[in-house]
């Protein structure tokens, strides 16, 4: 299994600015993904962030709204820009361990 | 397309009766089949998965899952319900060989007293 950590749990953001979301695992992956989920409801994938490579994103997503960065084999950065009321949600990194996906707890984003 | 199907959006069953939540698949070749659950304000928490063999899969919490391959399904069980188990239920599947993973639309357990 794996454990997973993100910062913040939770924030609250005005329009227009941009907030960096940290994930950590506590283990060594090859891939880490980033989901976004309005409460209540299914997963959507952002990107697929490989170490030393860019992220490969989903269709709906581009980089210049969701830059991220993937320095290394145990963390990942994803930052939603210029944000607007509707970027409201929560925002999931996960790994693949033994092909197995676990989830971080999430971070819960609501802008203003 | 891929995808996988939860038909119904709530269940809702009386503590310690059998409860079922059902999920059917239309995934390439012979997908990897995951069940996760997430409780309120929580991220999601493994509970079981099926790659080969035994067609019931037993997991987490008392949970189990049976997979039939004609009727491409991987319904979640669970012999006695407990309030606690009240929480969002999805069904995943992974082609084998993908990275992605396609998930169900959910199910919402209430497990009532």
């Known amino acids: 299994s794996a454990v997973i950590s993100q910062k913040p749990s939770r924030d609250i953001c005005q329009r227009g600015t941009s907030l960096t979301i940290q994930c950590q695992v506590d283990?060594?992956?090859?891939?880490m993904f980033w989901y976004r989920q309005q409460p209540g409801q299914s997963l959507t994938l952002i990107a697929t962030?490989?170490?030393?490579?860019?992220?490969?994103?989903e269709s709906g997503f581009v980089i210049d709204k969701f830059p991220i960065s993937r320095p290394n084999l145990t963390f990942s950065t994803l930052t939603v820009s210029n944000m607007s009321p509707e970027d409201s949600s929560i925002y999931l990194c996960?790994?693949?361990?033994?092909?197995?996906?676990?989830f971080g707890p999430g971070t819960r984003l609501l802008v203003l | 397309a891929q995808s996988v199907a939860q038909p119904e959006d709530q269940v809702n069953v009386a503590e310690g009766n059998p409860l079922t939540v059902k999920c059917t698949y239309s995934?390439?070749?012979?997908?990897?089949l995951f069940w996760y659950v997430q409780y309120p304000n929580r991220g999601l928490q493994f509970l079981l998965k099926?790659?080969?063999?035994?067609?019931l899969v037993k997991g987490s919490y008392g949970f189990e899952a049976e997979f039939n391959k004609s009727q491409t399904s991987f319904h979640l069980k669970k012999p006695s319900a407990l309030v606690s188990d009240s929480a969002l239920y999805f069904c995943?599947?992974?082609?084998?060989?993908?990275?992605?993973?396609?998930f169900g639309s959910g199910t919402r357990l209430s497990i009532r007293p």
């Open positions: 996960s790994v693949t361990v033994q092909e197995t996906q676990y």
């Open positions: 283990s060594q992956v090859t891939m």
């Open positions: 962030a490989n170490q030393g490579s860019e992220a490969t994103y």
């Open positions: 995934v390439s070749g012979n997908p990897y």
């Open positions: 099926y790659i080969t063999g035994d067609n």
């Open positions: 995943a599947a992974s082609p084998v060989g993908a990275s992605k993973i396609i």
